[in-house]
C-alpha cells in the first residue's frame, strides 16, 4: 500500500495552504465578542432535600444539629464570616491608640443607631439562634447557626425575637424546604435593612425580587442574576465588604465588575477616557430607588411626640420624622474603595455640626480613587452634650426608648452596656452616612450620556470633586 | 462661554482662587455655577445721540451704548449676519437675484420678492421685507443702510422708489423711515441670555424699527413700554447711571441664541424635546430636519417610528457639549488662531503673533467661519472657512480597523454622508405656489412624517438624504447628503423685459375674489363638483387648469405669465452620528439598490418640470422621472459623474458580451461533446496505440493546479464583488479581501512560472514557431472538426517536450501575453487607486478600469470552459487530466513521426 497518499495529495495539501494561509491571514475578523455571561459562576446542582430532612424540631438550634449531621463542617466555616460575627476584623485606625472593630455588633449606624441591648429586634436579621442567652454564650455555640435564614425558602420560614424562629413557624416545612441561597434570602435582610422596605441602600430593595431588566439589568431579564453569582461563595465565605462595617477594604475581599467584564471596553473611545476617574456605576446606574422609594433623612429629635399621627413615609412616633426619595441622582465622591474615617463609639462629634458615621476614602489627587455614586443618608442622633459623643439607646424591650419614649432612661439602660457613660444631658446632632451605590445596573442605553455630567445642566458638581470647572472644558486629572 | 476670553481668564483666576482657599472635600450641596455675565463691567445705556436713556428716556442706540467701549462700527461692517447681501447687491438684468444674501436672493419658499428700483410693479419695499424677515434679520445692513450706501433716512422718500415705499391695499404707497427709524445691529439679541424675542418681533411687524432693540429688553426689568415711550427702570441702573451688568446677562452667544434665528436647538435638559417641523420660522430644521439637541432620540416627545432602538443623540456634537460657535468662530477669535496658520512660510509650523485678548475683544470679527452650504450664500469669500470634521477628527485613525481603501472613500464621500445617515424630523419637500390657497400661501408638502406635520397624532418617520456630489471651494467633489424642495411658481416678463416671480397680490387677485376662490377657478379645478376647492384639488394638473390661471394673470397685466419649478437641495451637516450608528455597512452602498443611487422623491403632482437648481455647488447630474406612482423623483446619476462603485455600477453591454461568450462556448462545447460521444460509439476502439508517459513534472502540476484554483477562485470572488445582490450570503469587505490576496498570488504563481520556463528553456513549448504555422494550425483545426468523429489519431503527437498543439499555442500565447498581463495591470491599477489614483486616472479611473476588467473576467470564464473541455480529447476523455495530476498521461504514439 505504497500509493496510499499519492504524491499528489502533497501537491494538493501545498496549493491549499498556500491559498488558505494569506487568505485567512488577511481575511477581516470581526471582533472576538467578550461574553460577560460566561463568567458567572457554575454551581453545584442543588438536592432535594425534602425526603432527606426527618424531624422533629422543636427548636432551631435541633434543625442545625439534623444540618451538621451531614454538613459537619458548616457552622464552623460560618462562624468565621461577619454574617455570625457582626463585626469586622481589627482595624488600626489613625485617630484612636488601639484597635478597633467595626460591625453591627459593637458600633452604630444612623438609622436605628446601634444593636447593643436591642438584640431581641435586631437579632431577627443574624445568622443565629439565641441571643437571649447574650452575646458570648450565643456565640461560641454552633448550634446556634440558623442555617434556615439562608436556605429555607422564607415563604415557610421567619425569624422573631432574639434571633430565634417566629412561633408560628413549621420547622420541619422549613428545613425541609432548605436549597441554594436565592435573592430572597439575602433580600430579606439586605431589602429591608434598617427597619423596612429600602430604607438602607437605595440600590438594594424588594423591587428586586422580581425584577424587570430596566430596572437591574442583571438580576432582571434572562440572566435573572443571584446575589451569589456576584457575592461568590466558597466554603460560605462570601465575597463582597459592606463599606460602612469597615474601615480599610481588600480589594481582593470585594465584588467587582470586573469579576464579568473582563477587559471589556467601550467601543467609544472617547468613554474608555473616561475608565481611570470614572467607576463603572456612576454612569450605569443613573438613578437609585427606581422603583422603591428609600429613606434619606431621619430625624431623631422628633421621636417620642404625643398625639402625632404614624405614618410610614413621614413619622413615626418611635423613630421620628423622615424622608424618602425615589428615583433619583446619587451623589457623587471620589472614592478608593475604603472609608476615610468611620465613627467608632466613644469618637467626638464632629466640630462643625456634622458628625460622619463614615466617610468614603479618596481625592481627585487618589490615583486609585475614582468618582463613584452614593446614597447619603442623614440623621440627627442622639449625643452626650457634656461627653461630646454619640449615644447609643436602648430602644426596644419593655424599659426601652419605643415603650417609654423617655431618652434619659434608654440613655442611661445602654451605658452598662455599650460602655460609655451618660452625663445625664444629651441633644441632637447631624449624622452623615454613605451607602455605595452598585447594584440596579441599568441597561447600557440608559447609562449616563455625556451632558448628563458635562454642561449647563450636568449633575457633576465639579468644584466640590475638586476639579477647577467642568474638565470637558478644563481637562481632567 | 468661550474659553478665552477676558471673562473666563478672570473667571479662572477667581475659581483658582476659591480653589486654593475653600476646602476640596465634596459637599452634598452642589455650590452655584460661575456665570461669566458678573464680569461685564456695568455700563451706561445710550440713545442715538450718545445721551444716558436715564436722562433722554430714548430708546437705546446698541451701536452708541455697546460703542463705548467695543468698536461697533467695525462689527457692524464685519458681519455677514448683518450685511444679508446687501454691500453684493447689485440689479441684474439676466437675473431677478440682485445679491448673494437674503437681501436680494429670491427665495422660492418665502416666495415675496424685493422689488428691485425700476421694476414694472411692488411686491416687497424694504421696509415690507424687513417688516416680514425682521424676527431673523440682526439689524445694521439693509435695515439701516440704502442699496447705495446711504443711511435709509436720507433716501428722498418716493413711492416709486422701493426702498421709501410700501405696497398697500396693492398700490405703492411712501414709507417715512423718520418715523419708523432704523434698526441697528441688535447685540443683545445673541449676547444676551434672555433677549426678548418676542417684543422685537412685534416691534419690527408693526414697522417700527427704531424701537426694535428696545423692545429686546423688555420684560428684563431694565425698561417698559408707556404711553409717553420708554420708560427706564432707575433701579437697575447705578447710582453713576450705568446698567447693572448682572441684571442683564451678557454672555458668548449660546446654541439657543443662534436657534432663535436657525432653527429647532433643544438644550440638555430633561424636559423630552418636541420641535416645530416644516416651520420656515426654523428655517434649518424646516428645510432639511436637523434638530440640535443632546437628548436622546428615543427620550424625546417626538411620535417617531422605531423610536424605541434609537438610543443615540440627536447630535453627538451637541451631546458632547459643542457650541455652534465652536466651529463656526469669530475669525479673527485668537483662541482659533492656529486656523489662520496655513498662510505660513513652509517652515514655519506655529505664527505667534495674534491679537491680544484685549485688541479681539474691542474688535471682534463678526463674520463667523461658515462652511458651504447649497442655499445660503451670503459672503460666498468665507465659505470653508469653517472647521470641517477633518480639522478635528483624524479619519485615517478612525477608520483604520475596518473600513478597506480609507483614502479612496474620503477623497469621494463627505463624511456626513455616513455619519448623517438618516434624519429624523420631518422637512419640507414641495411648496407648489402655481396655486394659493385662501388665506395666500402655497400649498405645501413635508417628507418624513405620515399627516400634518406638527399634529401629535402624525407619525414621524424621518427620511434619507439623497447624496450629491458637491464641489468645494478647494475644488474637491464628494458626495454628500441633502434635502431636495422642490417649488413652483409662475413668472411673467415685466415692463423692463426682465422676468419676475407673479406678485402674491397678483397671485391672490387672480384665484381670490373677497376671501373666497373665484367663480371661474373653483369651475376650473373642482373636480368633485362640491363646489369648493379642497386641498388635493389645489392643483394645476391640465391645460385647461393652467390656461384659467395664465388668462386671469394676463388680465392683470401681466406679460407672458407661465409656470416654473426647481429642485433646490439643502445641505445636511449637522445632527452626525459616531460610527456604530453611521451608514457603515459595505453593501449600502456596494450593491443592487445602492444608496448612492437611491432617488428621493421631489413633487407626488408637478404642474411642470423643475429644473435643477444651478445657482450653489451642488452637481445636480441625476434625471429628474416620473415614478411608477405618477409623483416626481429626482434620481442620481453616479456614471454621469464619474463614479463607479463596485457592486452598484455596471455596463450592461459589457456583462451581455461576456455571458454571451461564456454561454457560447459552453453550448458549443456541449454539441462538440455530443457528437463526439455519438460518433464514438460507432467507431471501433483501440484503433490507435498509445504508451504511458511521463508527462508534467512536479512542479508544471503545482503551478497548474495552483494557477486554476486562484482563476477559479478570483472568478467566482468577482463575480460576489460585482453582483453583491445575488450572493447575499456573503460579507462584501471578506470577499473583496479574498479577491485582492489571491489574485497576489497569481501574479507571484505566474511570475515564478515564468522563471522557471525561461530559466529552463521551456518557454519555447509555449511560442508558437511562425514557419508552417498556419499549415499545422489547419491541420489541427481539421481534426476537431472533422478527424476527431472518426476515431482518427491527433495529428500532433504530445510529447513531453512537445505537448501543445498549435492551436494550443497560439491560445496561450494570447492567454500569457495579452489577458493575464491586461486583468493583472487593470486590477492592480483598481486596487492601486487608494493609494496612487493618478495612474488609474490616467487610463480613465474605475469606469473604464473596472468594465474592462470584468470583460477579460468573462473571457477567462470562457477560457476555462473550453480548456476543460479540450482536457477530455486526449486517448481517454479523462486521461490529460489524469496525467496533470499524477504526472503519467497515456498518450498516442506516432512511429512514422517518430
Known sequence: MKNRFPSWTLGLLGILLLILVPVLYYLPRAQSKNNPAAHIPTKAVHVDHKDIVKGEFKTGQDVTRACLECHEDAAAQLMKTTHWTWESKAFDVPWREDDVTIGKANQINNFCIGSQGNENKCMSCHAGYGWEQGRETQQANPENVDCLACHADPASYGKGLFGNPAESVDLLAAAQSVRAVTRENCGKCHFDGGGGNGVKHGDLDESLYFPDQNLDVHMGGDLNMQCTDCHVTKDHQILGRMLADNYTIDPQEQVSCEQCHVNQKHEDERINTHLASVACQTCHIPAIALEDPTKVTWDWSQAGQEGREDDHFTYLKIKGEFTYDKNFAPTYLWFNGNNEYRYILGDPIGADGVTYINKPAGSIEDQNAKIFPFKVHIAKQPYDVKNNYLLQPVTSGKDGFWTTFDWNSAFELAAPITGLAYSGEYGFTETYMYWTTTHMVQPAKDALQCDSCHGDSGRMDWAALGYPGDPIEWGGR | ?898
Open chain 2, 1 to 898: 462661554m468661550k474659553k478665552y476670553s477676558y471673562f473666563t481668564l478672570a473667571g479662572f483666576i477667581i475659581l483658582v482662587l476659591a480653589f486654593g482657599i475653600g476646602t476640596v472635600l465634596a459637599s452634598p450641596e452642589p455650590a452655584p455655577e460661575q456665570q461669566a455675565s458678573v464680569l461685564h463691567p456695568n455700563f451706561a445705556l445710550l440713545d442715538a445721540d450718545g445721551v444716558n436713556v436715564l436722562e433722554s428716556n430714548n430708546a437705546v442706540s446698541t451701536m452708541q451704548t455697546c460703542g463705548q467701549c467695543h468698536d461697533t462700527e467695525f462689527i457692524a461692517s464685519h458681519a455677514f449676519h448683518s450685511d444679508l447681501g446687501l454691500t453684493d447687491y447689485t440689479a441684474s438684468k439676466d437675473s431677478w437675484d440682485a445679491s448673494t444674501g437674503t437681501f436680494g436672493q429670491w427665495n422660492p419658499l418665502t416666495y415675496r420678492y424685493l422689488t428691485q428700483n425700476g421694476d414694472e410693479r411692488l411686491d416687497l419695499s424694504t421696509a415690507e421685507w424687513l417688516m416680514l424677515n425682521g424676527d431673523r434679520v440682526v439689524g445694521g445692513g439693509p435695515a439701516t443702510t440704502s442699496r447705495t450706501d446711504a443711511p435709509l433716512a436720507d433716501v428722498k422718500v418716493s413711492k416709486e422708489n422701493p426702498e421709501t415705499s410700501i405696497l398697500k391695499n396693492g398700490s405703492p404707497t411712501a414709507w417715512d423711515w423718520d418715523a419708523s427709524g432704523t434698526m441697528e445691529m441688535n447685540c443683545f439679541l445673541c449676547h444676551l441670555e434672555t433677549p426678548n424675542t418676542a417684543a422685537r418681533a412685534d416691534a419690527i411687524r408693526a414697522g417700527e424699527f427704531g424701537n426694535a432693540n428696545t423692545a429686546t429688553l423688555l420684560g428684563l426689568n431694565i425698561v417698559s413700554d408707556s404711553a409717553d415711550g420708554w420708560a427706564w427702570n432707575a433701579e437697575a441702573f447705578s447710582e453713576a447711571g450705568e446698567l447693572k451688568s448682572e441684571t442683564l446677562g451678557i454672555q458668548d452667544p449660546t446654541n439657543s441664541n443662534c436657534a432663535t434665528c436657525h432653527g429647532e436647538v433643544h438644550p440638555s435638559t430633561e424636559e423630552p424635546l418636541t420641535f416645530n417641523a416644516c416651520d420656515l420660522n426654523y428655517p434649518q430644521t424646516a428645510t432639511t430636519g436637523q434638530v440640535i439637541s443632546s437628548q436622546r432620540i428615543n427620550e424625546s416627545g417626538v411620535n417617531l417610528a422605531g423610536k424605541d432602538n434609537l438610543d443615540r443623540s440627536w447630535d453627538i456634537h451637541a451631546e458632547r457639549q459643542l457650541k455652534c460657535t465652536d466651529c463656526h468662530y469669530a475669525l479673527n477669535n485668537p483662541a482659533h488662531v492656529s486656523e489662520a496658520q496655513s498662510s505660513n512660510p513652509e517652515h514655519l509650523i506655529y505664527d505667534p503673533r495674534s491679537l491680544e485678548i484685549n485688541e479681539y475683544l474691542q474688535r471682534p470679527d463678526h463674520n463667523f467661519a461658515r462652511g458651504q452650504s447649497a442655499q445660503f450664500n451670503a459672503a460666498p469669500e468665507y465659505k470653508g472657512t469653517m472647521r470641517r470634521c477633518e480639522n478635528c477628527h483624524d479619519y485615517n485613525k478612525g477608520h483604520a480597523d475596518w473600513l478597506p481603501y480609507v483614502q479612496t472613500h474620503i477623497d469621494a464621500v463627505a463624511c456626513e454622508t455616513c455619519h448623517i445617515p438618516q434624519m429624523y424630523a420631518p422637512a419640507i419637500q414641495t411648496y407648489d405656489w402655481t396655486v394659493i390657497t385662501k388665506d395666500g400661501g402655497a400649498v405645501k408638502s413635508c417628507r418624513g412624517v405620515e399627516g400634518s406635520p406638527n399634529s401629535v397624532t402624525s407619525l414621524v418617520t424621518g427620511y434619507e438624504p439623497v447624496l450629491l456630489n458637491r464641489t468645494n471651494i478647494d475644488g474637491k467633489t464628494l458626495l454628500a447628503p441633502y434635502n431636495l424642495i422642490t417649488s413652483f411658481y409662475w413668472v411673467y416678463d415685466d415692463a423692463n423685459g426682465n422676468k419676475r416671480p407673479v406678485r402674491l397680490a397678483d397671485l391672490e387677485a387672480a384665484y381670490l375674489d373677497n376671501g373666497n376662490y373665484a367663480a371661474d377657478i373653483v369651475a376650473a379645478f373642482d373636480g368633485n363638483n362640491d363646489g369648493k376647492l379642497s386641498n388635493s384639488e389645489l392643483v394645476i394638473e391640465n391645460s385647461a387648469q393652467e390656461e384659467a390661471v395664465k388668462s386671469k394673470l394676463l388680465a392683470l397685466g401681466l406679460n407672458n405669465p407661465r409656470m416654473e419649478g426647481m429642485a433646490q437641495p439643502y445641505s445636511i451637516n449637522h445632527n452626525v452620528t459616531r460610527g456604530e450608528d453611521a451608514l457603515n455597512d459595505c453593501k449600502a452602498c456596494h450593491n443592487e439598490g445602492s444608496r448612492i443611487s437611491q432617488p428621493i422623491k421631489l413633487a407626488a403632482n408637478a404642474p411642470v418640470m423643475p429644473a435643477f437648481d444651478a445657482e450653489n455647488n451642488v452637481n445636480g447630474t441625476g434625471e429628474i422621472v416620473t415614478g411608477a406612482d405618477g409623483a416626481l423623483y429626482y434620481q442620481p446619476m453616479p456614471a454621469n459623474d464619474d463614479m463607479y462603485v463596485f457592486g452598484s455600477s455596471r455596463v450592461s453591454w459589457i456583462d451581455w458580451l461576456g455571458a454571451l461568450m461564456f454561454a457560447g462556448s459552453l453550448l458549443g462545447v456541449i454539441g462538440h461533446g455530443t457528437l463526439r460521444f455519438v460518433s464514438s460509439r460507432k467507431q471501433a476502439k483501440g484503433q490507435v496505440r498509445t504508451e504511458r508517459v511521463y508527462m508534467y513534472e512536479p512542479y508544471r502540476r503545482f503551478w497548474h493546479w495552483l494557477q486554476t484554483s486562484s482563476i477559479v477562485i478570483l472568478l467566482f470572488t468577482g463575480l460576489i464583488i460585482h453582483r453583491p445582490d445575488i450572493f447575499g450570503a456573503f460579507s462584501f469587505r471578506g470577499v473583496v479581501t479574498v479577491h485582492n490576496v489571491v489574485a497576489v498570488i497569481l501574479v507571484l504563481n505566474a511570475a515564478l512560472s515564468l522563471f522557471y520556463h525561461i530559466t529552463t528553456d521551456r518557454i519555447r513549448e509555449f511560442i508558437p514557431h511562425p514557419y508552417g504555422f498556419f499549415d499545422d494550425a489547419i491541420v489541427q483545426a481539421k481534426y476537431y472538426v472533422n478527424g476527431i468523429f472518426k476515431g482518427e489519431g491527433h495529428p500532433f503527437e504530445k510529447i513531453p517536450t512537445s505537448r501543445m498543439n498549435p492551436i494550443q499555442k497560439a491560445t496561450y500565447f494570447a492567454i500569457l501575453n495579452v489577458l493575464l498581463p491586461l486583468q493583472i495591470i487593470t486590477g492592480a491599477l483598481m486596487w492601486s487607486v487608494q493609494k496612487f489614483p493618478q495612474f488609474a486616472n490616467a487610463l480613465g479611473g474605475l469606469p473604464f478600469l473596472a468594465p474592462f476588467h470584468s470583460l477579460v473576467a468573462w473571457t477567462f470564464g470562457t477560457f476555462i470552459v473550453v480548456h476543460v473541455y479540450m482536457t477530455t480529447t486526449g486517448a481517454t476523455p479523462l486521461e490529460a487530466m489524469r496525467g496533470m495530476v499524477t504526472g503519467w498521461e497515456e498518450v498516442e504514439v506516432h512511429e512514422e513521426q517518430g
